[in-house]
């Protein structure tokens, strides 16, 4: 894993992929870019659409974000940050519907966006409220979202609530905090916060 080079902004999505990075304990690269350099040709040869992040693996290219957490969790499996082929239902579940529709449930939320009672039948979150109540379900029911034990779903899932809860973006409930207090004490968590909150002062 010595071929990683991890291209970021200290205040974007990067951070949830800087947290995995950390989490499997290999060294890497790392490229920080200001959203201005992203526009510019040399990294939309990399990503096209000029998004962070985006990692390069002995030649392969891997974005988004969720995308990553899976990637590195499969590539070490010696982090232990996968379950098991036959354990991985919620893991997979939590990982894709926290990338899809929970991401873009949100997304509409903050730009204003509310689907109506005919429009709700093709949106895959449905509705807001009825999403947050899935999600606070979730969170109640086992100490990490694919059941007792932490993994790379967590990460995707738990930084996305960590920040939407933070930022306003999603209300808080009690299980949200319960379950963020078990994530935000991880030494990786800690190790990733204070790197980019160190870049973020800096102003990249």
Sequence with gaps: MSDLIFYTNPVSRGRVARWMLEEIGHPYETVVLTFEEMERPGYRMINPIGKVPALTHEGKLITET???????ADACPEAGLAPK????ANYYRWLFFMAGPGEAAVVDKLM???PSAEQRRFVGYGNFDAMMMMLEVATTKHPYIAGDRFTAADVYFGGQLIFGTEHGSM?????????KERLVARPAYLRAKSIDDALAVDGR
């Design 171 to 179: 209300p808080e409930r009690p299980s949200f905090a319960a379950y």
């Design 85 to 88: 082929v036959r354990e991985r």
């Design 66 to 72: 969720a995308a990553i957490c899976a990637y590195l």
């Design 112 to 114: 204003g966006v509310a």
